[in-house]
Nanobody, 119 residues
Framework: QVQLVESGGGLVQPGGSLRLSCAASGMIFSINVMDWYRQAPGKERELVAVIRSGDSTNYAASVKGRFTISMDNAKNTVTLQMNSLKPEDTAVYYC?????????????WGQGTQVTVSS
């Protein structure tokens, strides 16, 4: 059984930094894509950053230049370094991955971690 476990959320002041991590575990054959979504109260879930096998990345315009996504292929872990945080970054952040396991490609989601940016 494949699981995604997130860590690193919390409360930070505007301008501060946080680092989110997401570790995939289980009988994983390969990981095609790992990314981070977020959902603020009353808003739809939005894609924040994505990293693909081969290390190509994309970012939402709202976080470009402030957030950095990286992946440790050996540990099946994706990290989101968030700098210069703004109150509008407040949301529940979800890790997502497209993983080949048991001969099938499926999407998997983490449980979510709260990020609150407030003074």
């Amino acid at each position: 059984q494949v699981q995604l476990v997130e860590s690193g959320g919390g409360l930070v002041q505007p301008g501060g930094s946080l680092r989110l991590s997401c570790a995939a575990s289980g009988m994983i054959f390969s990981i095609n894509v790992m990314d981070w979504y977020r959902q603020a109260p009353g808003k739809e879930r939005e894609l924040v950053a994505v990293i693909r096998s081969g290390d190509s990345t994309n970012y939402a315009a709202s976080v470009k230049g402030r957030f950095t996504i990286s992946m440790d292929n050996a540990k099946n872990t994706v990290t989101l370094q968030m700098n210069s945080l703004k109150p509008e970054d407040t949301a529940v952040y979800y890790c997502h991955a497209d993983i080949v396991a048991g001969g099938r490609l499926r999407p998997y989601w983490g449980q979510g971690t709260q990020v609150t940016v407030s003074s």
